[in-house]
Nanobody, 119 residues
């Protein structure tokens, strides 16, 4: 089991910045990737950014150039720096950890943190 604790959400004006953090604890070995998803009202949950244990970072087209994902392995923490925020970035943001189990992966989710961008 992996426990994820998110922080850093809030209300910000368009053009502003926020930094989300997600600290992982518990069964945190064999992590394949850590990332962030978001879900706006009435929409499906979507990938925002992912950082694999090996390989290149992945970003949704809508956030490229504005958001940066990073990871501190010593602290088992993943961050999402969000700059130039837009009203359409408003959503609940969820931390996600993918662990290798056998030939597949198992996902764990945080409780979500609200990000609201006012125009």
């Amino acid at each position: 089991q992996v426990q994820l604790v998110e922080s850093g959400g809030g209300l910000v004006q368009a053009g502003g910045s926020l930094r989300l953090s997600c600290a992982a604890s518990g069964t945190i070995f064999s992590i394949a990737a850590m990332g962030w998803y978001r879900q706006a009202p009435g929409k499906q949950r979507e990938l925002v950014a992912s950082i694999p244990s090996s390989g290149r970072k992945i970003y949704a087209d809508s956030v490229k150039g504005r958001f940066t994902i990073s990871r501190d392995n010593a602290k088992n923490t993943v961050y999402l720096q969000m700059n130039s925020l837009k009203p359409e970035d408003t959503a609940v943001y969820y931390c996600n950890v993918q662990r290798k189990v056998g030939t597949g992966t198992v996902a764990s989710w945080g409780q979500g943190t609200q990000v609201t961008v006012s125009s």
